[in-house]
Antibody, heavy 118, light 113 residues
Framework: QVQLQESGPGLVKPSETLSLTCNVS????????WSWIRQPPGTGLEWIGY???????NYNPSLKSRVTVSIDTSKNQFSLQLNSVTAADTAVYYC????????????WGQGTLVTVSS | DIVMTQSPDSLAVSLGERATINCKSS????????????LAWFQQKPGQPPKLLIY???IRESGVPDRFSGSGSGTDFTLTISSLQAEDVAVYYC?????????FGPGTKVDIK
């Protein structure tokens, strides 16, 4: 059974970098696509970007200048870095697995709330 | 970007009655080379991550009850819950995965009348 678990600081100061890790268990991180998706409180879903196990990435242009998604196959985990955060980046951040780059996310983590505040 | 819209914003349906949610994309998500609509539906209950219900516009994910069905093609899609159950109270989102960035609709909240 696939399990995804997000981890990282729940509070980040404005202008600093948000860093999250998704630990994957029950399946090898190889041969799949892995996404980050966020949901500001009380609102809808925004796809941030994905990474293929080979390291190929695809980012949402609205965030591309501030986002880096990386993967560590030896640890079976992937990570998100979002630079220069503002209050608008406050959201629940989800990691998710896709079977393909043009397929919807099938398996999701439970999500982690990140608040941007001084 | 492909903009996804949904209607209504919310609806209340009696137990056992039909619920219908509409989703419209700003451009076609039908890929002509394989005749597939790159459209998915998700269900999100409070405090939980979204759950994939339907992909390719009409294919139910494994384990999803058959009271959930998807239809439509091109730019107009529908999610139907044929007989609403109490456990179906949730927010429902459509998503296009035709082109990056993969965008979601704003959601439709379904409640019991």
């Amino acid at each position: 059974q696939v399990q995804l678990q997000e981890s990282g600081p729940g509070l980040v100061k404005p202008s600093e970098t948000l860093s999250l890790t998704c630990n994957v268990s029950g399946v090898s991180i190889s041969n799949y696509y892995w996404s980050w998706i966020r949901q500001p409180p009380g609102t809808g879903l925004e796809w941030i970007g994905y990474i293929y196990y080979s390291g190929t990435t695809n980012y949402n242009p609205s965030l591309k200048s501030r986002v880096t998604v990386s993967i560590d196959t030896s640890k079976n985990q992937f990570s998100l870095q979002l630079n220069s955060v503002t209050a608008a980046d406050t959201a629940v951040y989800y990691c998710a697995r896709h079977y393909g780059g043009n397929l919807p996310p099938l398996d999701w983590g439970q999500g982690t709330l990140v608040t941007v505040s001084s | 970007d492909i903009v996804m819209t949904q209607s209504p914003d919310s609806l209340a349906v009696s137990l056992g009655e039909r619920a219908t949610i509409n989703c419209k994309s700003s451009q076609s998500v039908l890929y002509s080379s394989n005749n597939k609509n790159y459209l998915a539906w998700f269900q999100q209950k409070p405090g939980q991550p979204p759950k994939l219900l339907i992909y390719w516009a009409s294919i139910r994910e494994s384990g999803v009850p058959d009271r959930f069905s998807g239809s439509g093609s091109g730019t107009d899609f529908t999610l139907t819950i044929s007989s609403l159950q109490a456990e179906d109270v949730a927010v429902y989102y459509c998503q296009q995965y035709y082109s990056s960035p993969f965008t979601f609709g704003p959601g439709t909240k379904v409640d019991i009348k």
